[in-house]
């Protein structure tokens, strides 16, 4: 697991104070790249361009309905792809160090009754504006999407232009097909990549591979969709989706059966979605949780005692139910 410690003061909200090397296998991303720098860094800039103002919120005001609760959350990769998790976070109001936020994240994957066999979970962050003049537009991706769709992630964190969910997949705006979304059995809808590179305006050379079908895997599917998450961002509604591929009997196709990709920094954890609103994290003593290392070259027996004296840190953490002082 992940441990992250972030400041909770007025003067530096949201930096990053320590971080163990698990953020390598999850992430991507070295201690020394994310030590020093604002957590909003491991989030789609939908998400990082508020998350200093919701933690100022919460210190403010001492409520909030995260803390303590593990919730599903879809952090941002250093190839700029987002990655299925789970998170907890717990707040330690300390008299010397001032404010700290801790954030323990798990990778998970958002499975259901579908998933009997072999089958891949994709992940997509869209939203949907109130007002009908703006676009529907797509702010996360997982790896897979790429891989077997040739959606690249640049297109979706605003380094090359905007790129709107109706573009491949319109009918994932429709009322009726949210609602079935948020049902157990999901929605089918179609998901077309195969008209990708015509209609996106190709730039410059930056944007000249996504007319490189030798390259991409731009593709047509059905797919069955289920809503993750649902929430709110001024006049945005934002949906997490996964979904899977399905044939022409809607049944799930399994991943034997999918064009062979790139199967690196693939999960493949369970999660049970029915429990995650109410679900208390439960800190476990076979998870591995270290302070970051400043030197790399450390050994591994000091690490391992290192990992074991902070599990039982952590574990003390979340027994605690303290209420934090305001942010002055």
Do not use: W
């Not at 989030?43 to 508020?50: A, E, Q």
């Not at 994932?172 to 998901?191: I, Q």
């Not at 195969?194 to 593709?219: A, F, M, V």
């Not at 049944?251 to 609103?277: I, L, T």
């Amino acid at each position: 697991a992940c441990i992250i410690t972030c400041s909770g003061e007025a003067s530096k909200i949201g930096e990053v104070l320590t971080i163990n090397r698990e953020i390598i296998n999850l992430m991507g991303f070295a201690p020394g790249e994310v030590v020093g720098q604002n957590v909003s860094m491991l989030m789609p800039k939908i998400f990082s361009s508020r998350h200093d103002e919701y933690m100022r919120n919460y210190f403010q005001s001492s409520t909030g309905r995260v803390m303590l609760i593990e919730r599903p959350v879809f952090p941002l990769k250093k190839s700029g792809y987002i990655t299925p998790c789970m998170l907890m976070i717990k707040v330690l109001p300390e008299i010397l160090d001032g404010l700290k936020v801790v954030g323990f994240i798990t990778p998970a994957n958002f499975g259901n009754v579908y998933l009997d066999g072999d089958v891949e979970s994709f992940y997509i962050i869209y939203s949907i504006s109130t007002n009908a003049t703006s676009a529907s537009l797509v702010h996360g991706i997982s790896e897979n999407v790429y891989d077997r769709f040739g959606i690249p992630a640049s297109l979706c964190n605003g380094q090359q232009q905007d790129f709107s969910i109706e573009t491949v997949a319109p009918e994932l705006t429709e009322s009726a097909v949210l609602e079935e979304m948020r049902t157990t059995s999901g929605a089918v809808v179609s998901f077309d990549t195969t008209l990708l590179p015509q209609t996106l305006l190709i730039n410059d050379e930056n944007d000249q591979d996504l007319l490189d079908d030798e390259k991409k895997n731009y593709r047509s599917a059905k797919i069955r969709a289920f809503l993750i998450k649902e929430e709110k961002a001024g006049n945005l509604s934002l949906y997490t989706v996964r979904f899977f591929e399905v044939n022409d009997n809607n049944e799930a196709v399994e991943r034997s059966n999918q064009p062979a990709g790139d199967e690196k920094n693939r999960v493949d954890m369970s999660y049970d979605m029915s429990n995650h609103d109410n679900q208390r994290v439960q800190a476990k003593g076979g998870d591995q949780v270290a302070e970051v290392q400043n030197d790399d070259n450390s050994s591994n027996l000091s690490g391992l005692n290192d990992e074991n004296r902070h599990i039982k840190e952590f574990k003390a953490m979340v027994s605690e139910r303290t209420v934090p002082r305001s942010i002055k």
